[in-house]
């Protein structure tokens, strides 16, 4: 089986909404390839490795949630960006980006495939002034300690998290948003939420923590942003037969 690019594109654009999202990023093509498409690979960042990976797999298009020409990046390709792009161009894969529309969709997104691991019912947006909130709100299926919920998710994203005590109080309703979203904590706190679960964690976030009586999670930005593009790659090989494979290149962050 094999599908045009432009199938590819058409499909995902009208999947994630991706002409919907402002972002820093370019959503979409961002480096073309092959015109006929048969394998796949997903992975979260477009690194050296998992091109390298990609070649090995003999894919004709390479899907993440971390791509290239990020705003305010040096414009120029040079160095670790040259060598990316060189391997690339010289096997013709195709490089598509999906970054807050695979963040946000209600489905595939990373925070409602988070939240299916994690075993949390969503029930509304974390941002309470954006319609297409990022991060969401939700309840657990039961009261957990925050040690409980620190070892439930290193069983299942396979990484200690980072765990900050608020206080003594058990977790019901919590706040999440994968990746770097320390910022968020105050529109969780305004949510009255027991935590709050984000990828990174900033020396700020600490104090708010703690001064607020909220439990803060830092579950590692990688760790929670491996499934939204892995159940893309999923939903894409069951829709049109062609070959899919996700590889984690592992990181710490
Ligand atoms: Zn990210």
Redesign the pocket.
């Known amino acids: 089986m094999a599908i045009s690019r432009q199938s590819l594109l058409d499909f995902l654009g009208q999947t994630l909404e991706s002409q919907l999202f402002k972002d820093y990023c370019p959503n979409g093509l961002q480096v073309e390839g092959k015109d006929q498409i048969k394998t796949i690979v997903t992975g979260v960042t477009a690194s050296l490795a998992l091109i390298k990976a990609a070649i090995e797999r003999n894919a004709d298009a390479i899907i993440v ?2 791509g290239y020409f990020w705003k305010g990046e040096a414009p120029v390709v040079t160095g670790m960006k040259k060598r990316r792009l060189e391997l690339l161009l010289k096997h013709e894969i195709n490089l598509l980006a999906y970054h807050l529309p695979l963040d946000a969709h209600s489905e595939l997104g990373n925070n409602a495939q988070l939240a299916k691991l994690l075993n949390i019912k969503p029930e509304s947006g974390l941002e309470q002034d954006n319609p297409r909130s990022i991060g969401l709100v939700g309840c657990l299926a039961e009261p957990l300690s925050l040690g409980e919920l620190g070892e439930q998710i290193q069983l299942t994203l396979r990484r200690e998290p980072l765990l900050i005590s608020g206080g003594d109080h058990s977790i019901r309703r919590i706040a999440w948003c ?3 979203a320390q910022g968020f904590i105050d529109q969780a706190i305004a949510h009255g939420v027991d935590a709050y679960l984000t ?1 990174e964690i900033s020396e700020p976030t600490v104090h708010t923590a703690r001064e607020m009586g909220v439990h803060f999670i830092a579950a590692g ?1 990688h760790a929670t ?1 491996r499934y939204g593009v892995k159940a893309l790659g999923e939903h894409i090989q069951e829709q049109f037969g062609i070959k899919h494979h996700f590889i984690d290149i592992d990181n710490p962050v």
Do not use: I, P
Request: proline share 0%; no cysteine; net charge negative.
């Open positions: 949630h971390h994968t990746g770097a990828g930005h942003e």
